[in-house]
């Protein structure tokens, strides 16, 4: 017979705790042999334990096998001393990576951080006796009894000390007197622990935002710029500072430093001139058009380097009031800015400009108010007017959108300018750190590409493989799903009437290619362009019959779409197109755009326009998003697939108060009781992606949102797994393809990193899944935070690039999967334009296109 093997590590504790049960309840075979000896975490649990029945000293019996070992003889300190070394050991790496697509070389904007062996972080306890009071004599009593150290402590003048090395392990004192007085005192300082690499993050942080100030970068925002070196556009009045986004973060290739190239556009107009400008256009809506254009604006004060959010004007007010100074005596802005800066300000009549800040202080939230001189503050970032003029973009392109070469030659010059200056190399020796010479090189995969399959006969021929763009391919094919539209009715002003005939005309006969009929339309002529004239034209032709209503437009007006849509979607159940008449009058391009009007139309009725093959069935994809409004009111937005194909959706819009979603709930048990009703049985699994999560509300999002899915599924009583995927589109990381040693380019569409740069503690990838010709691509950050399914990385990689496919509004891949793209469309359309919930006969199609 074979020997019983012999428990170990954990399997010894749960041996004891099964015996001692069996003990106490009368029941098993009694046996007077020992068990065996503990090891691992098992042993040091038992060392704790009888250390701790020792401490109480209540009489408790130990047990005699317990006693007679020398290990349990050991002081406390040096069982404290265990603990300590045990919670330094890494913990495990939370890897999430697959095996298809082909490898590829390439990199990322992230530099290796090493620490020297030894080195890192220690805290350590500060006791005074007699306790001391004022923070300013408990520094300098820690300064001189640190020496040399003081130069690189971090101490937050309490009780908490971090050093950058172990100067002894237990316990030291030092005796002194407290400054300014002859009364004797007596430090002690109390070894703790090292602390774990993810525990000191903020501190390294804090030392990377030190060599940027040596560096002669300036804060702005959570950026830093160098205004030394701008470039000047001055044909548009404007500036662009190049800087660096910089961030260290603990991945699974260990301590790294993210440095991402950065571009701040400054207005060469003050706030000042801007009001004049306003004043000369529109005198009579003076205030109300400022007011408009300058509240939320962040403007710039070049005196200090500092930005500002305008939150209010203060019209009362003027350079010549007063404020109360720190030291409790009145000064006006105008003998401030001429003592503190040497500034003169010119018009002691102009108003104020107000922000306010909200601050933490002995756990009492203070708001405090910042008054600026509209005269010393520079506008930042563009208008709507600058971003809509062509002329404009492509002059401040040529400055911001860089080339990956150019990306890497900005990292490799802030390298050396790290490398060369002691100030910034004296910082990272303080505490044991060394950066690399170079960016971190990854080991990537391309995914297969997709094959994109339209309709009509042969189909499975009729695919498009390769870049990701098809705009080509969708013209010469028919559509998957195509709808006749027999019912429709075109509402245009006389002045379009030309436009609305021709664009009747085309659709009839674009049609036929689309794999579809379209009948003529009924002419719906409005006398003019009014807002109350459109309200008044569809309450009086709108009915249940008509599948969809467009309307040409003369002029973009945010008031006369808002009506439109609220009637259409939210009134009537109507779905509803809007064309400005501009778009229509270029003969040249006509063709395609009515051709691409014709399908965003299919889309509202709830026909299909191409799909991609999904080799699983009975799964539902999720899409969440919110926007967010004014006065705190937010709309979320929720979608559902209701078909195998992944390529139709049921919606659901909700207002709620925040970021995170609380009616879910809701939402989620119709979407699975309508895809119930139409294939006969719940998903086997649900996917969500959840869009706008940043990483603060990570924890949040888990404990809060997905804990709603969860308990529908408990109420369902179904055995449907949920996988829940936070998409993060804002982030700092850039991959690279590597062409050699010195050059690189944009990687290829459905190329995925899952390890060194992903994070240590969360299973999380990332994917480029577009072809970008200019300028530098944005991969997405998908983030794995509960997966119930046990979906393979392999297969949820491959899903979410398959759903980059399938956005009906664009003939090409997307950042993001097509459902969070859809949640997005739809929250924006409600919050801004419908402002209410929509009707819910149009919850199972894409009317928000």
Request: proline content about 4%; overall charge positive; hydrophobic content about 35%.
């Amino acid at each position: 017979m074979a020997e019983k093997q012999v428990p170990k590590g954990r399997g010894t504790l749960l041996e004891m705790l099964r015996k001692h049960k069996e003990a106490r309840l009368g029941v098993g075979e009694q046996t007077e042999e020992l068990p065996p000896k503990s090891r691992g975490r098992a042993a040091l649990l038992e060392k704790m334990q009888s250390l701790k029945k020792k401490k109480v000293g209540e009489g408790e019996p130990v047990e005699p096998q317990a006693a007679a070992t020398s290990t349990e003889r050991k002081s406390v300190e040096k069982v404290t001393q265990g603990v300590s070394e045990l919670s330094v050991t890494s913990t495990e790496i939370c890897s999430y990576r697959g095996q298809a697509g082909t490898p590829i070389r390439a990199t990322a904007n992230y530099i290796q951080l090493d620490v020297e062996k030894d080195r890192g972080v220690f805290e350590y306890e500060v006791r005074f006796t007699p306790d001391i009071d004022a923070k300013s004599n408990r520094i300098k009593l820690v300064n001189e009894a640190l020496g040399e150290l003081s130069t690189t402590k971090v101490y937050d003048g309490d009780t908490c000390l971090y050093l950058p090395a172990q100067i002894f392990a237990d316990k030291k004192e030092h005796n002194s007197v407290i400054p300014n007085t002859n009364e004797p005192v007596k430090m002690i300082l109390i070894y703790k622990r090292k602390k774990k690499m993810g525990e000191c993050l903020h501190l390294y942080n804090v030392l990377f935002k030190r060599i940027m100030h040596i560096l002669l970068y300036t804060r702005m925002g959570r950026n830093y710029f160098s205004p030394d070196h701008k470039y000047l556009i001055p044909q548009h009045k404007l500036e662009v500072l190049p800087g660096f986004a910089v961030h260290v973060d603990e991945m699974e290739g260990g301590l790294m430093v993210c440095l991402d190239t950065q571009h701040r556009i400054i207005r060469c107009q003050t706030v000042y001139e801007f009001f004049h400008e306003v004043r000369a256009s529109d005198p009579r809506n003076f205030k109300e058009q400022a007011t408009n254009n300058l509240i939320g604006a962040c403007v710039l004060t070049k005196y200090n380097n500092k930005t500002y959010v305008v939150d209010d004007i203060g019209w009362t007010m003027n350079p010549r009031d007063s404020f109360e100074t720190k030291s409790g005596s009145k000064c006006s802005f105008v003998d401030y800015y001429k003592q503190h800066h040497n500034i003169t300000i010119g018009d002691v009549d102009q108003p104020l400009l107000i922000n306010r800040q909200v601050r933490q202080i002995n756990d009492a939230t203070v708001e405090t108010m910042i008054c600026l001189v509209p005269e010393l503050c520079y506008l930042t970032g563009l208008t709507d007017t600058m971003r809509s003029d062509f002329k404009v973009m492509k002059d401040v392109a040529a400055y911001t959108r860089i080339t990956p070469n150019q990306r890497m030659l900005a990292l490799r010059t802030y390298l050396e300018r790290v490398r060369s200056s002691e100030m910034a190399q004296r910082v990272l020796a303080g505490w044991g750190l060394k950066i690399s010479s170079d960016t971190v090189e990854l080991k990537a995969r391309v995914l297969p590409q997709e094959a994109v399959y339209f309709g009509g006969p042969q189909a499975e021929e009729r695919k498009h493989v390769g870049t990701g763009d098809w705009n080509k391919a969708v013209s010469d094919n028919r559509l998957t799903g195509p709808i006749d539209i027999r019912n429709w009715q075109l509402y245009y002003t006389p002045r379009d009437q030309k436009f609305a005939v021709n664009f009747a005309q085309l659709l009839g006969r674009l049609a036929k290619g689309m794999g579809c009929v379209i009948r003529e339309p009924q002419h719906v002529l409005l006398k003019d362009d009014r807002t109350e004239t459109y309200m008044t034209a569809i309450r009086n032709n709108a009915s249940n019959d008509v599948q969809v209503a467009v309307f040409i437009c003369p002029t973009i007006r945010a008031d006369r779409y808002s009506v439109i849509k609220k009637m259409c979607c939210s009134n009537m159940a109507l779905a509803s197109q809007v064309i400005l008449s501009k778009t229509l009058s270029n003969p040249q391009k006509v063709r395609t755009i009515v051709h691409k009007i014709g399908m965003q139309i299919t889309c509202k009725l709830g026909g299909t326009l191409w799909n991609v093959k999904i080799p699983v069935s009975g799964w539902m994809v999720c899409g969440i998003d919110v926007y967010h409004g004014a006065n705190s009111q937010s709309v979320c937005g929720f979608v559902s697939s209701i078909n195998d194909s992944l390529t139709k959706y049921y919606s659901e819009a909700m207002f709620q108060e925040g970021e995170l979603g609380d009616f879910f709930k809701v939402a989620f048990t119709k979407a699975l009781k309508y895809a119930k009703e139409r294939t006969g049985s719940y998903p086997s699994k649900v996917i969500i992606f959840r869009d706008g999560v940043g990483d603060g509300q990570l924890d949040h999002c888990k404990k809060y949102e997905l804990a709603q899915f969860q308990e529908v599924i408990k109420q369902l009583r179904t055995e449907t797994a949920v996988t829940f995927i936070v998409v993060q589109k804002r982030i700092n990381t850039r991959i690279f393809r590597m062409i050699d040693s010195n050059n690189c380019d944009n990687p290829p569409a459905g190329t995925v990193v899952d390890s060194i740069v992903t994070r240590r503690h969360l299973y999380d990838f990332y994917l480029v899944p577009q072809s970008v010709r200019q300028g530098t691509v944005n991969p997405t950050h998908y983030i794995v935070v509960h997966d119930d399914g046990n979906i393979k990385p392999d297969h949820l990689q491959r899903l979410a690039y398959k759903l980059c496919h399938l956005y009906y509004n664009w003939s090409g891949t997307i950042r993001v999967p097509a459902p969070c793209l859809y949640a997005h469309k739809l929250a924006s359309l409600v919050g801004q334009s419908i402002k209410r919930v929509p009707a819910a006969e149009l919850n199972d199609k894409l009317f928000y296109l």
